[in-house]
């Protein structure tokens, strides 16, 4: 069986997930499309989806007959409309991160889908489907390291877009080291705080940059992640974890050393579409095979609850330059279960 595939939201990332579930990936096939820019949309359409219909409104892709599952790629704040939409049409969605913009509107999809009685959301945390991340997480898992104590990361982009705003180093970029720093040590957090530093040069006046973050987790490990999105060098990604016996490094994307011009050198990657190509077709081929059998084995709406519950406690950190307590409440049973293949 093909799974049929909506697309809500063909930008960059639309446009990426759009190429790889129609043209890569094994088992599925994009039949329709929506986009604010319907213009846009249709010229996506026809450079890489042609037969796809093309819908005026992101709910004109949900409750079209064709469609079996839904992706949703538009901006963070139409997530909860759509996502909600998803649940309330019995259709699979699979929701780019954040799975939406507050913790409030993420418990809503919460509710939706219990009440639904089945799982039908996954949210795009797809660093659980980096090599090196569960390289790293097998280190920690199997003892090697001995027990985390602290972790260093670094969260480096080298521009953003317009659209990137307020508080967005925390709510969409800071928000994956949230969720994945949570799976690879399997913890929770209990506080954060924010610290500016000086700010770059490089900055757009509206915006702070770079952050220093610091969390807390319910064992005592200390986290500081530094997110820097105008870091002239590139897209770098960063995560270091101190054990008690050892210490482990994510591994580097793989590159070629070169000798030239009287230097040693490794190319340094610019965005996040090639660092994590490998991790972006993973997510999504296991989502679809998960689809295929009624499942859903990858983050849960809870974890991108829980990470929209952490980036809030962040910003307030940050604007009241005060440790905030981060507190969630007890976890719906719904969501302990142990799904057939968990692969994630
Ligand atoms: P983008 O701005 O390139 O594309 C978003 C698209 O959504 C635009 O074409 C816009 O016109 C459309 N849109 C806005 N409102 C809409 C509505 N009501 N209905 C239909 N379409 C609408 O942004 P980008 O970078 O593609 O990001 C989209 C989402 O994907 C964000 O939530 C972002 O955080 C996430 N993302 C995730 C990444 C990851 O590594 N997992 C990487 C990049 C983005
Ligand atoms: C972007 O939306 C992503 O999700 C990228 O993975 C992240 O590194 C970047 O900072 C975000 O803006």
Not at 13 to 23: A, D, F, P, S, T
Not at 184 to 207: F, G, N
Not at 254 to 259: C, G, P
Request: proline share 5%; charged share 25%; with cysteine.
């Amino acid at each position: 069986m093909t799974l049929k595939i909506g697309v809500i939201g063909t930008g960059a990332i639309g446009q990426e997930h759009i190429e790889r579930l129609h043209n890569r990936l094994v088992g599925s096939t994009v039949v329709a499309v929506n986009d604010i820019n319907l213009d846009q949309a249709r010229a996506v359409a026809v450079r890489l989806t042609p037969a796809a219909r093309v819908h005026e409104t992101g709910q004109g892709v949900v409750s079209d007959p064709n469609v079996d599952a839904v992706v949703v790629t538009s901006w963070g704040p139409t997530h909860e409309e759509f996502v909600l939409a998803s649940i309330a049409a019995g259709k699979p969605v699979f929701c780019e991160k954040p799975l939406a913009t507050t913790a409030a509107a993420c418990l809503n999809i919460v509710n939706a889908e219990v009440a639904s009685g089945r799982h039908f959301v996954q949210v795009g945390f797809m660093r659980r489907y980096d090599k090196g991340y569960r390289l790293l997480k097998a280190q920690i898992d199997n003892g090697n390291l001995g027990a985390p104590l602290m972790v260093h990361c670094a969260h480096r982009n080298p521009s953003v877009p317009e659209v990137y705003a307020g508080d967005m180093a925390i709510t969409d970029s800071f928000v994956h080291e949230i969720d994945v720093l949570r799976w690879l040590l399997d913890d929770d957090y209990v506080s954060a705080q924010v610290i500016l530093p000086k700010k770059t040069r490089h900055s757009r006046a509206d915006l702070d940059d770079p952050h220093m973050i610091l969390l807390e987790t319910a064992k005592g490990i200390r986290i500081d992640v530094e997110v820097f999105v105008n870091c002239p060098y590139g897209y770098d990604i960063q995560c270091q974890v101190v054990g008690e016996d050892g210490v482990g490094y994510l591994p580097e994307p793989m590159s070629v050393l070169t000798r030239k011009d009287a230097r040693l050198s490794h190319e340094i990657l610019q965005d996040w579409k090639l660092r994590f190509i490998d991790s972006y077709d993973v997510e999504l081929q296991e989502w679809i095979e998960a689809v295929k059998i009624g499942e859903v084995w990858g983050p849960t709406a809870w974890d991108g609850y829980f990470a929209s519950v952490t980036a809030e406690a962040c910003v307030e950190a940050k604007h009241s330059g005060r440790i905030v307590p981060i507190k969630i409440g007890q976890r719906p049973a719904f969501y302990d279960r142990k799904p057939k293949r968990a692969a994630a």
